[in-house]
């Protein structure tokens, strides 16, 4: 099996995308749709610059920033779902696909430190 995380991290932000358009036009979701599209979509750019990173410092401090956007989209995730009970089932997936991909560049993070 083919694994490509480009691909996959591209995929959640496109899912982030479209599951957004699902959630009431108001001033609280307003807030909160800003900061989730920018930290899921951010961790695909991150990872894309990661893999032409000029060092092997480059590349840690990009995965890093994926880590952490990771992490952040789990968060904004939750509040989605505090101020929208009826999406609890699909914001399940994303902050379960969230916390997949910040595990994933946790290991690599701690992997590329000891190389």
Known sequence: MNYDLEERTAKFG????????????????????????R??????ANYMEANQASSKKDFRNKIGICRKEANETKYWVRM????????????????????????????????????
Request: proline share 2%; with cysteine; glycine share 4%.
């Open 14 to 37: 496109e899912n982030v995308i479209h599951f957004i358009g699902s959630l009431p036009k108001n001033e609280t979701n307003k807030i909160l749709i800003n900061q989730v599209i």
């Open 39 to 44: 930290s899921a979509t951010s961790i695909g």
């Open 80 to 115: 989605i779902v505090s101020a929208n009970k009826e999406k609890t089932d699909e914001c399940k997936k994303l902050w379960k696909e969230s916390n997949e991909l910040m595990l994933i560049f946790s290991k690599i993070f701690s992997s590329s430190n000891k190389n």
